[in-house]
């Protein structure tokens, strides 16, 4: 399965950017994570792709949207009210398609983009 990223660039605080990610097949779960430098990837949001349910880390509920499309391909992440602190490289993560596990916990996600910067100032 492959991920790639787009949307991502430079805003300024209190803007907003929507992130995508294509995906060569569907999976049961996404997810956005974020890194920045010198600070281990963290998870922003992960949605499960048959019915779209949504969890959310407190930092980001309420400005951050995760979504998909209807064929569940395509991953979204909506980000409003955009603070500084929102800066860092997005990258999106998938389920492996073929695990004998069917599960969104955050060690189930295996697949990854290359990754898309956002730059909040």
């Known amino acids: 399965v492959q991920l790639v990223e787009s949307g991502g660039g430079s805003a300024q605080a209190g803007g907003s950017l929507r992130l995508s990610c294509e995906a060569s097949?569907?999976?049961?779960?996404m997810a956005w994570f974020r890194q920045v430098p010198g600070k281990e990837r963290e998870v922003i949001a992960t949605?499960?792709?048959?019915?779209?349910?949504?969890i959310y880390v407190d930092s980001v509920r309420g400005r951050v949207t995760i979504s998909r499309d209807n064929a569940g391909n395509t991953l979204y992440l909506q980000m409003g009210s955009l603070q500084p602190e929102d800066t860092g490289m997005y990258y999106c993560a998938a389920t492996n398609p073929f695990a004998a596990v069917v599960t969104c916990e955050l060690g189930a996600f295996e697949l990854w983009g290359k990754g898309t910067q956002v730059t909040v100032s």
């Open positions: 949605i499960r792709v048959i019915d779209g349910y949504a």
């Open positions: 097949r569907q999976s049961y779960c």
